[in-house]
């Protein structure tokens, strides 16, 4: 079956600039995580929803960070203002069962110029 | 704050060589465990977990891992690696007590010579 997706798989954009992100998870996962891995280091969890709300965003980094999943499917973040620093693999993952074993997508590399 | 350690950065053996990756976690009451593994240019994908049970456990292509809870550790282990496991290990913690996300190791990236 399909697993999770995530477009685009390359984003360079502009300092300052706004950027979406879309992740498309695995079909009836209720859960669904956005994860941030800068170079050399491990994902860093970003926010978390159950359904169409966001259980957990304590990992977002500042208020130019937003994430919405309207629909309970698939879900968009949202970066205004964009800075260097965003520059990372932005992950999204999806889960549900009672173990909430997480499955990645490949990823969206975004680069602030 | 809540954390996991991998020590090896960087771990280099040749074929048939055996393999230890050390995981280290802050203690942080109930945990369940994982090990993750992304290939080159591949997503992350799921070695092997631990949620309660006989503490050694096993996953796919010949990894096994162990939980021992007094040490905080869970170090993924295999006993003959191949080239086709060039690749980079990440360990991932999921603190029950504190939601569902995954506090990640930064990882170690192992290159096996043939």
């Known amino acids: 079956g399909a697993g999770v997706s995530q477009t685009p798989s390359n984003k360079v954009t502009e300092k300052g600039k706004y950027v979406e992100l879309r992740c498309d998870p695995i079909?009836?996962?209720?859960?669904l995580y956005w994860y941030r891995q800068s170079l050399g280091q491990g994902p860093e969890f970003l926010i978390y929803f159950q359904g169409t709300g966001a259980a957990d965003d304590s990992g977002l980094p500042n208020d130019r960070f937003f994430a919405v999943r309207p629909e309970g499917s698939v879900s968009t973040l949202k970066i205004q203002r964009t800075e260097r620093g965003d520059s990372a693999v932005y992950l999204c993952?999806?889960?549900?069962?009672?173990?909430?074993?997480?499955?990645f997508g490949p990823g969206t590399r975004l680069t602030v110029l | 704050a809540q954390s996991v350690s991998q020590h090896n950065h960087h771990v280099i053996l040749s074929e048939a060589a055996s393999l230890e990756l050390g995981c280290n976690y802050s203690?942080?009451?109930?945990?369940?465990l994982f090990w993750y593994v992304q290939y080159p240019g591949q997503h992350l994908q799921l070695l092997l977990k631990y949620f309660s049970g006989d503490p050694l456990v096993k996953g796919i292509k010949g990894f096994e891992a162990e939980f021992i809870k007094s040490k905080f550790s869970f170090n993924l282990r295999k006993p003959s690696v191949q080239w086709s496991d060039t690749a980079e290990y990440f360990c991932?913690?999921?603190?029950?007590?504190?939601?569902?996300?995954?506090?990640f190791g930064g990882g170690t990236r192992l290159m096996v010579k043939p």
């Open positions: 993952a999806s889960a549900s069962g009672l173990y909430n074993e997480q499955f």
């Open positions: 203690y942080g009451g109930t945990v369940n």
């Open positions: 991932a913690v999921r603190y029950n007590n504190a939601g569902n996300m995954l506090t």
């Open positions: 079909s009836g996962h209720t859960a």
